[in-house]
């Protein structure tokens, strides 16, 4: 029978400290609610895996390692079976970039013993249970945020009804991601007793100066509400780069905790419709795959050709951080031409799931799914690894915010591309 444990630990960070993921330091003043890392284990008798949900802006590749180090120490399962992934909240502790080490951000130490203590306590929970896999349905809670104009180059949130540039919109840029991928785990013919959810917005709902998980957090609550206040639940990030909880084409705010509720609260009954429709296994076997790939840093830019006219990206206030990241590229790039990003895939019985550390497109993602040899698919965005925005080889061209060279995009046009073939082969070779 297979096996399955569940664990969490607590990794808010001391009220103070920065909240990142703006283009200004964001003091934090509160918390809203707890930040977490939640794992879930399981065991087929020959291989076991961890999946691991943590609430931070991103995870660099030196935390994950860290945390793998520490989960090899304590526990059995191999430090290349564990998938680390961050939830992309804007409303989280600060977290370790490119540009930093983690001698500079000690916070990410108490991320990376939070991993490991959250993987511990679920390898130790270990038991007989059943599972469920399947997949629901939502496109009502994310719109993709970049939109053809009607001068043929694209713009990210170019701005709602009655905003200067909204009448200059075509049509958006891209698709959303709707599949809500669902695991549910119970003891023999009992009660859900742990979820593994997979879903594609940007989690920058809440906003404001308090810590905050932001709508995954939502999700958990309402969640538990109905399976009971132990329920964990891992939130794993699919690929949206360029998809938000923003409509550009209707008035009215979408940002804000009453919103980021709503978006839990639909997110949980579409959880929860797929788990009553779910047939339940006892046995599920488990392969885990990983290689590293090598993509290249881009060239210098045309600056005036990437500056976006409106939108996110634009406005003088952020010229100077735009700048920086440019001088930062130019220095890494002299260091050398390239880096190294891991791709990992796993199996669960018949769900197939690869990752990769970019803020990935659901363009992307799709054609992933649409072409994995496993049903179904589901993309990890942000996992293991964070090497910024991966825009489409067009999109790249065609303009907008995420493509913007800086410290958050970074990488040649080609980069999508080799993700995703990279990712297929990988999938592949768990069908092998």
Same mark, same amino acid.
């Given at each position: 029978?297979?096996?399955?444990?569940?664990?969490?630990?607590?990794?808010?960070?001391?009220?103070?400290?920065?909240?990142?993921?703006?283009? @200004?330091?964001?003091?934090?003043?509160?918390? !809203?609610?707890?930040?977490?890392?939640?794992?879930?284990?399981?065991?087929?008798?020959?291989?076991?895996?961890?999946?691991?949900?943590?609430?931070?802006?991103?995870?660099?590749?030196?935390?994950?390692?860290?945390?793998?180090?520490?989960?090899?120490?304590?526990?059995?399962?191999?430090?290349?079976?564990?998938?680390?992934?961050?939830?992309?909240?804007?409303?989280?502790?600060?977290?370790?970039?490119?540009?930093?080490?983690?001698?500079?951000?000690?916070?990410? @130490?108490?991320?990376?013993?939070?991993?490991?203590?959250?993987?511990?306590?679920?390898?130790?929970?270990?038991?007989?249970?059943?599972?469920?896999?399947?997949?629901?349905?939502?496109?009502?809670?994310?719109?993709?945020?970049?939109?053809?104009?009607?001068?043929?180059?694209?713009?990210?949130?170019?701005?709602?009804?009655?905003?200067?540039?909204?009448?200059?919109?075509?049509?958006?840029?891209?698709?959303?991601?709707?599949?809500?991928?669902?695991?549910?785990?119970?003891?023999?013919?009992?009660?859900?007793?742990?979820?593994?959810?997979?879903?594609?917005?940007?989690?920058?709902?809440?906003?404001?100066?308090?810590?905050?998980?932001? /709508?995954?957090?939502?999700?958990?609550?309402?969640?538990?509400?109905?399976?009971?206040?132990?329920?964990?639940?891992? @939130?794993?990030?699919?690929?949206?780069?360029?998809?938000?909880?923003?409509?550009?084409?209707?008035?009215?705010?979408?940002?804000?905790?009453?919103?980021?509720?709503?978006?839990?609260?639909?997110?949980?009954?579409?959880?929860?419709?797929?788990?009553? !429709?779910?047939?339940?296994?006892?046995?599920?076997?488990?392969?885990?795959?990983? $290689?590293?790939?090598?993509?290249? /840093?881009?060239?210098?830019?045309?600056?005036?050709?990437?500056?976006?006219?409106?939108?996110?990206?634009?406005?003088?206030?952020?010229?100077?951080?735009? $700048?920086?990241?440019?001088?930062?590229?130019?220095?890494?790039?002299?260091?050398?031409?390239?880096?190294?990003?891991?791709?990992?895939?796993?199996?669960?019985?018949?769900?197939?799931?690869?990752?990769?550390?970019?803020? @990935?497109?659901?363009?992307?993602?799709?054609?992933?799914?649409? $072409?994995?040899?496993?049903?179904?698919?589901?993309?990890?965005?942000? $996992?293991?690894?964070?090497?910024? /925005?991966?825009?489409?080889?067009?999109?790249?061209?065609?303009?907008?915010?995420?493509? !913007?060279?800086?410290?958050?995009?970074?990488?040649?046009?080609?980069?999508?591309?080799?993700?995703?073939?990279?990712?297929?082969?990988?999938?592949? !070779?768990?069908?092998?």
């Amino acid at each position: 029978m297979l096996q399955v444990g569940f664990g969490s630990a607590d990794i808010t960070p001391p009220v103070g400290a920065d909240i990142p993921g703006g283009f @200004f330091p964001n003091p934090s003043q509160g918390v !809203r609610d707890k930040l977490l890392a939640t794992a879930c284990v399981m065991h087929d008798g020959k291989t076991s895996l961890a999946l691991v949900g943590v609430d931070t802006l991103l995870v660099s590749a030196p935390v994950v390692a860290r945390a793998r180090e520490l989960i090899a120490q304590s526990t059995q399962i191999p430090a290349a079976h564990v998938l680390v992934n961050a939830s992309h909240t804007h409303s989280g502790g600060p977290v370790l970039w490119r540009t930093e080490t983690m001698a500079d951000v000690p916070y990410v @130490f108490d991320v990376a013993k939070g991993i490991a203590s959250a993987v511990t306590d679920a390898w130790n929970s270990l038991h007989g249970v059943e599972i469920g896999i399947g997949t629901g349905h939502e496109p009502n809670i994310a719109f993709n945020r970049r939109f053809r104009m009607k001068d043929g180059r694209e713009i990210t949130h170019p701005g709602k009804p009655g905003t200067p540039h909204h009448h200059e919109i075509v049509a958006p840029a891209g698709p959303i991601d709707p599949a809500v991928g669902v695991i549910a785990v119970r003891p023999p013919d009992g009660e859900v007793c742990g979820i593994v959810v997979n879903f594609a917005c940007h989690s920058t709902v809440v906003g404001g100066n308090q810590f905050s998980p932001d /709508y995954p957090g939502y999700l958990r609550k309402h969640l538990k509400a109905i399976y009971g206040s132990d329920l964990p639940v891992v @939130f794993l990030l699919g690929a949206c780069g360029d998809v938000t909880q923003v409509n550009n084409l209707t008035p009215g705010s979408d940002f804000g905790p009453q919103h980021a509720d709503m978006m839990g609260c639909k997110l949980a009954g579409e959880v929860v419709r797929t788990i009553r !429709r779910m047939t339940w296994l006892n046995t599920a076997a488990l392969a885990v795959t990983s $290689a590293t790939i090598t993509l290249a /840093y881009r060239p210098d830019p045309d600056v005036e050709r990437e500056r976006p006219p409106f939108g996110l990206g634009s406005g003088e206030r952020v010229e100077e951080v735009f $700048a920086k990241g440019r001088q930062w590229l130019s220095e890494e790039r002299k260091k050398s031409p390239t880096l190294t990003t891991e791709i990992q895939a796993l199996r669960i019985g018949p769900l197939g799931i690869v990752t990769n550390g970019a803020e @990935f497109f659901a363009a992307e993602g799709l054609r992933i799914k649409e $072409a994995s040899p496993l049903s179904p698919t589901w993309v990890v965005s942000l $996992a293991n690894d964070w090497i910024g /925005y991966v825009p489409t080889a067009h999109a790249f061209y065609a303009g907008g915010y995420e493509p !913007r060279t800086g410290h958050a995009s970074f990488l040649a046009a080609d980069a999508s591309q080799r993700l995703v073939e990279a990712s297929l082969r990988a999938l592949a !070779r768990l069908t092998a």
